[in-house]
């Protein structure tokens, strides 16, 4: 039951998505990973989706495997406890992660005169230190400008937390970066880096920056069709809606050959003076190619369409809604290794995700659920902190620290 | 100029987005990329978006700091050449990326022939190793299902390729777990995952698979309203549109008391029976919530509002597309420190991101543009494989080899 990162412990101050994230990663690939919360839960404890019953799938999603204290941080008291945690002795432990604003007692300054070799990972909202979330960051850097159906005239907001998500990954690395070179040279790290530099930095990695300087020109909604060359959503007879992909010659072949319409493509490219290899002019003849196309795909229901799509070696999936994927998709039942269907007590039985690396020399491990919120206060107390079963008794009837508080449906009104 | 990764070396062997920027984010980490092609460029040499002159900005994008070798892989000897450099000796060496179906020669056991300790990262599509992009992974999944305004009945696709950049960033964490590993144990390690698999467990992670269980409902589309709290796109009086955000209590206190919507809340409160401090009813009654505020915002110019979000501690920013976001925004320019404007030859100048990560023991470098095809070709023959002048001279002749190959505007028909 071993896993890769088995033996490091990473301390957790956090809410939301990137961290949260982070923080499961870690835990995931074998690491101890400690979530340290205020008493009564951080800021994303009832976050949506919420079950039946209230309680958030959102926290329950991104802290499994995690260990969870519940501490007084108003308190003397509660903040000696935290930096003794974060900072506590060990060859791999002294990592700290967290995007909650963090000056003071828990910055990095802060926690170096605790131990010199600590590594801190900060992530903030923006690169001035302001909070920011996907929901902003995006707006501000044109994406929902360039999403939705062609004509259609609004900003459309992504559904995912998309930069969250990387940024969250980003952690894990600069962790790890870090940690590589604390082993070889004994210093620690202050990292810092913000969700909307991510952003930045990616749209400029993805050339899109560069596209803007030279042309001026705004990108324009292309909506489901595959940007810069051929990919294009078809609905077939059953009135089920396909995606198909002509992104590599290879792919675009296959579609052209699967469909028969050698003629129609020689013609179109004959008429237009475009050779349909080059892969610009598939994304500029996209309508004309998708009129040549469309009826090969009306005819058949989407099952033979996937079916000779595959024979063809044509990439392509299906549309649908989650619980639609859930009942058809065997990637995301037990058939997938990654899965497991675990049951929450009180809140029923799911599919929950391990992590998607798979290493060789490490067999998989089932995923573990997330700990109710102040689970293991008493066990990292005596464990981590190195508190007498008396000093532990006293931090709990002085209100400092909380063990597995019931869950609340609801933030009480301010 | 020293960064954190200096010393590792890492081939990379891929296309598209998430190797190729994997191996960028490690290059702009210190290590020294290595990225093998074939001669002429492989399939992504010329995706869009491209320059006047034809050029790819994706790929330079994708690419900057990395070494390029171009290699005919068909040839005995150029697959022995490959081999070579992938399993080349030293302890920060043996390590190698990809996203390309490598089965025979370059797959992990075959390189552990030539290395035991070899370090392989292999990213498929699906996790039965077919090819799969963000955009068919997608729709299999549900995403573009509840992407986009309300009640609009087609699936929207994202315009970003979001698993792709988280993807890209994990094959960095399992490189980096794997070496940190190795550094102990002295052991290789092969580890794959999938495209698809990073986004079945992400999904899962957001709570969105659990939810879909419990209710057996899909997640309806929201526009461009946050999912689950308050937050909301509102048109000013000069036309411009801000996005607000009342995620957390205080954020959705501010926005209230900052647009003296206070008696008007109460009663809606009052109406509904519903408590405006539980993020939920926030999210249930948005909105009631956005008639409420709109007219605030409709006589205000977007600055104006922008400045009293500020003043409030609201978290906002402003919609527009990425030719108004580089005009307007720092955060795109050099005063941002991750960004260099960079002048390309024959293509033009243009603000180019470094890595967003800000180590505290290694000052920031400059961004360093991509290589042109194989413009390392002789250096890593002679460096890494070790061959002499008389051997590389030879290679060059046989058509083994290419160096710097003119920059090609699109692929030869087929």
């Keep these: ?119 801190t990972v900060t992530l903030t909202g923006d690169r001035q230190g302001h909070p920011q979330v996907d929901y902003t960051v995006n707006p501000s850097l044109g994406i929902p400008h360039m999403t939705g159906p062609e004509g259609y005239a609004d900003p459309v907001a992504h559904a995912l937390p998309a930069w969250d998500v990387a940024a969250g990954q980003m952690v894990v690395s600069a962790l790890l970066a870090a940690e590589r070179n604390r082993l070889r040279r004994g210093t620690g790290q202050d990292v810092t880096f913000s969700l909307k530099d991510v952003a930045a930095a990616t749209i400029g990695h993805l050339g899109l920056i560069a596209e803007a300087a030279l042309t001026g020109k705004a990108r324009g909604k292309s909506g489901n069709a595959l940007y810069g060359a051929y990919g294009q959503d078809f609905v077939c007879s059953d009135g089920k809606r396909i995606m198909v992909i002509g992104l590599t010659e290879r792919q675009w072949l296959g579609l052209v050959r699967m469909t028969g319409t050698e003629a129609a493509m020689a013609r179109l490219a004959d008429c237009t003076g475009r050779d349909l290899c080059d892969e610009g002019a598939r994304f500029a003849l996209r309508h004309d190619i998708t009129g040549i196309l469309k009826p090969w795909f009306a005819v058949r229901p989407s099952k033979v369409a996937g079916q000779e799509c595959d024979k063809a070696g044509v990439t392509w999936s299906q549309f649908r809604s989650i619980p639609e994927a859930l009942a058809e998709d065997p990637d995301l039942s037990e058939d997938n290794p990654m899965f497991r269907v675990l049951n929450h007590p009180g809140v029923g039985r799911y599919p929950v995700p391990g992590s998607p690396l798979n290493f060789s020399g490490y067999a998989r491990t089932d995923p573990v659920p997330a700990p109710a919120l102040g689970a293991h206060t008493e066990e990292i107390l005596g464990d981590v902190v190195g508190l007498s079963d008396t000093e532990i008794a006293g931090l709990f009837d002085a209100g400092i620290v909380q063990s597995a508080a019931p869950r609340r449906s609801c933030r009480t009104a301010a």
Tied chains: 1, 2.
Excluded at 38 to 63: C, E, K, M, Y
Excluded at 88 to 111: Q, R
């Design 1 to 119: 039951m071993s896993q890769i990162l088995k033996g490091m412990r990473v301390v957790e101050s956090s809410a939301f998505v990137a961290v949260p994230l982070a923080g499961m990663t870690l835990a995931q690939m074998g690491a101890e990973v400690i979530r340290f919360d205020r008493i009564g839960g951080g800021l994303d404890h009832t976050r949506w989706p919420v079950a039946p019953n209230g309680q958030s799938l959102f926290w329950d999603g991104l802290n499994k495997g995690k260990k969870s204290i519940a501490v007084d941080m108003k308190s003397a008291q509660g903040k000696e406890l935290i930096t003794r945690i974060v900072t506590a002795p060990g060859e791999d432990a002294g990592l700290f992660i967290t995007n909650l604003a963090v000056k003071g007692w828990l910055d990095h300054a802060s926690l170096s005169q605790h131990r010199a070799d600590m590594i």
